[in-house]
C-alpha cells in the first residue's frame, strides 16, 4: 500500500492558480491510477480528475474542464494537479487517492483506500 501525502494548497485570488502535488512512498506507484477528490465545509466529497497509471490517459468534473490539468511524474512518484483560472468556489480541502486495482475510468464510482490527508486551497473573491 502506499501513503500519500499532498501539498501546494493555500490562499490565492480568484482567477489565480496553484498547483497541488500528491507525493507517493511505500509501493509501486506506476501501478496505481490516481485521483484528485476536495471537500468544500459542509458539502460531501467531490470528484476532481483521475490521471491513468501510463498518464496517458485523463478525465476531469465538468466544473473544473479547462481550468484544472492532471499529470503525474513517475521518476518523483508524483502527481500533479495545476489550477487555473481559481473560482471561489474551488476552495475546498484537496485529497488524492490511489489504488491498483480499478481503471482511472472507473474514478469516481470506485475509490481505492489509499488517501493523503489532504491540503487547503482558499480562493477569495
Known amino acids: 500500500q502506499v501513503q500519500l501525502v499532498e501539498s501546494g494548497g493555500g490562499l490565492v485570488q480568484a482567477g489565480g492558480s496553484l498547483r497541488l502535488s500528491c507525493l507517493a512512498s511505500?509501493?509501486?506507484?506506476?501501478?496505481?491510477?490516481v485521483g484528485w477528490f476536495r471537500q468544500a465545509p459542509g458539502k460531501e466529497r467531490e470528484f476532481v480528475a483521475a490521471?491513468?497509471?501510463?498518464?496517458?490517459?485523463?478525465i476531469y468534473a465538468d466544473y473544473v474542464k479547462g481550468r484544472f490539468t492532471i499529470s503525474r511524474d513517475h521518476a518523483k512518484n508524483t502527481v500533479y494537479l495545476q489550477m487555473s483560472s481559481l473560482k471561489p468556489e474551488d476552495t475546498a480541502v484537496y485529497y488524492c487517492?490511489?489504488?491498483?486495482?480499478?481503471?482511472?475510468?472507473?474514478?469516481?464510482?470506485?475509490?481505492?483506500?489509499?488517501w493523503g490527508q489532504g491540503t487547503q486551497v482558499t480562493v477569495s473573491s
Open positions: 487517492n490511489a489504488d491498483h486495482v480499478w481503471s482511472y475510468a472507473d474514478y469516481p464510482t470506485r475509490t481505492g483506500s489509499n
Open positions: 511505500g509501493g509501486t506507484f506506476s501501478q496505481y491510477r
Open positions: 490521471i491513468s497509471r501510463p498518464g496517458a490517459n485523463t
